[in-house]
């Protein structure tokens, strides 16, 4: 979309990977655990999940469950948790957390739970996004 | 789904109100905020978003978007909080929450903050899921 940016808190928080569909795909600098955080590139004032239309909902749903499925390849993970939240941070995006008995903050909810953790260090940020990339047939672009 | 049963932490939690598509609708007992949980009727297997079928995923979706817009219909509602977490209850099940600057765990999210508030008392459930019907044409079913 012409003219998107990512929300300041967003950038501060993630690394920027690329484009799934037409949403953004970031990680999320804390790497106590996989988290994703996918930013479907709509007008700022789209800032509710119903607000999308129905085929960016289809979208962000096929980034969704892409990101799911590479988190459940790991095996350490147990659970995915996937949430649009949005109270702090207006920009509509949704969460998606590789979950597992014994992370940090299991089995609670890693929101709010910040400051936490180690960094992601290269290469890894791009590690993940090569693995997101080769999931097979899909729309992954780099930006 | 023949069969189906909600998991019991469900039922204790939540008051049963319907079915829209091929959901359960439940209410949760914490009548703080207006928060609904939807619950597929789907294989206890499936305990995961992406393991569930497109067109299943597109019934859900559907379901979230009508308790979403209902949710925003509410005077002091200023955003809606979904949420795919399951990692005590196994059964797939997405929260639907209604929140607004000032409820009583704003502007964290609700996870994880029970116990708390008051008990949504009669006729409340089934003025809310009459609302929750009044949405316009669609799948809603009295149980």
Redesign the interface.
């Known amino acids: 979309m012409q003219g998107f940016t990512l929300h300041p808190q967003l950038v501060e928080d993630c690394h920027e990977l690329g484009r799934l569909g037409a949403s953004r795909v970031l990680l999320h600098r804390n790497a106590s655990l996989p988290w994703f955080i996918l930013v479907p590139e709509v007008a700022v004032e789209v800032?509710?999940?119903?607000e999308l239309e129905a085929a960016q909902?289809?979208e962000l749903?096929e980034a969704?469950?892409r990101v799911?499925?590479l988190l459940?390849r790991q095996p350490q993970v147990r659970?995915?948790?996937?949430?649009?939240?949005?109270?702090?941070v207006p920009q509509l995006h949704v969460h998606v957390v590789g979950?597992w008995p014994g992370d940090p903050y299991?089995?609670?909810?890693v929101?709010?739970r910040l400051p936490a953790g180690p960094e992601w260090l290269p290469p890894q940020p791009g590690a993940w996004w090569a693995a997101l990339q080769a999931d097979g047939p899909g729309p992954a672009s780099v930006e």
Chains 1, 2 share one sequence.
């Open positions: 800032t509710e999940w119903h909902r289809r749903d969704i469950c799911a499925r459940r659970k995915v948790n996937i949430a649009a939240i949005g109270n702090l979950r299991w089995p609670g909810v929101w709010g």
